[in-house]
Nanobody, 115 residues
Framework: QVQLVESGGGLVQLGGSLRLSCAAS????????MKWYRQAPGQQREWVAT???????NYGDSAKGRFTISRDNAKNTVYLQINSLKFEDTAVFYC?????????WGQGTQVTVSS
């Protein structure tokens, strides 16, 4: 059974930094591409970043320059470092993987940026 569990969200001041984590189980983690998405209040879920099994990364336009995706295969964990947080970064962040042609999602972790 594939499980993805996000953590690391919280209330952060404008301009601050945060590192989100997503622990995976039920898959051979090192073989799979992992992604981060986010969903702001009243908006559709938006792709943020991807990291392949080989460590190649790609970012959505809103994430370029301030977001860094990384992975630790020994810990079965993917990370999302967010710097210089903006109000518009307030969202629920989800990790995602596609395993045997099925999409799996975590429960999400809330990031709220305050002044």
């Amino acid at each position: 059974q594939v499980q993805l569990v996000e953590s690391g969200g919280g209330l952060v001041q404008l301009g601050g930094s945060l590192r989100l984590s997503c622990a995976a189980s039920g898959i051979i983690f090192s073989l799979y591409t992992m992604k981060w998405y986010r969903q702001a209040p009243g908006q559709q879920r938006e792709w943020v970043a991807t990291i392949t099994n080989r460590g190649l990364t790609n970012y959505g336009d809103s994430a370029k320059g301030r977001f860094t995706i990384s992975r630790d295969n020994a810990k079965n964990t993917v990370y999302l470092q967010i710097n210089s947080l903006k109000f518009e970064d307030t969202a629920v962040f989800y990790c995602n993987t596609n395993y045997l042609r099925r999409e799996y999602w975590g429960q999400g972790t809330q990031v709220t940026v305050s002044s």
